[in-house]
């Protein structure tokens, strides 16, 4: 049976803590899953990005941003977000914002829009859907990202196998989801290291 987005969210969710840190029983405990970078893999802490045009502060505590596009290709993006010693940071604040399935930002509202604080476990999640192409760029989310006290990380998340990547100066292969297509959307992975 062909993998859906709740049963890969599922099996993120009840992934064992230190295992999944060190990202090695990972793809026993969910081998229909793809591995993403690890933390302890020496690249340090995930890149900075920036953040565009289209930010807007004060976006709503929501993970559900697909009700805001019924018509878009359903995405569910997960993930970590840890330090440098890979040690999972609950509390800390993950902030999405990106196009429609029209390529088009919600410059009046909020749709697409959204923030959330990691679980006891480090871990973030949003079911959205998959941002559109826009003149000029290849498709990507735009997250902030702050660990409690911390510094705020500003960057883009990337998907693989888009022609577009290789033209766009703001791509980074290090900033790219592990995609997984299901039998409902995709489900796209990243952890990231402030
Ligand atoms: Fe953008």
Not at 31 to 46: I, K, M, N, V
Not at 110 to 123: A, E, I, N, P, S
Request: aromatic share 12%.
């Amino acid at each position: 049976m062909r993998a859906t987005r709740r049963s890969l969210l599922t099996a993120f969710l009840s992934l064992p803590l230190l295992d999944a840190a060190k990202m090695r029983a990972f793809a026993q405990a969910a081998p229909q899953l793809a591995l993403t970078r690890s933390c302890d893999d020496g690249d340090g802490p995930t890149l900075q990005r920036e953040a565009g045009p289209y930010f807007k502060p004060d976006s709503p505590l929501d993970r559900d941003l697909h009700l805001g596009s019924p018509g878009g290709e359903r995405i569910t993006v997960a993930g970590f977000v840890f330090d440098n010693g890979c040690r999972p940071l609950p509390g800390s604040l993950v902030e999405i914002w990106h196009a429609d399935e029209n390529g088009e930002y919600d410059r009046d509202g909020f749709r697409l829009r959204g923030h959330q604080f990691t679980d006891v476990q480090g871990r973030w999640w949003f079911n959205t859907v998959v941002p559109a192409l826009y003149p000029g760029r290849t498709r990507h989310f735009h997250f902030k990202v702050q660990r409690p006290g911390g510094s705020v990380l500003t960057t883009q998340l990337f998907f693989p196998g888009e022609p577009g990547n290789a033209d766009d100066w703001i791509f980074d292969d290090s900033l790219l989801l592990a995609v997984n297509r299901t039998s409902d959307g995709q489900f796209g992975r990243f952890d990231f290291v402030v």
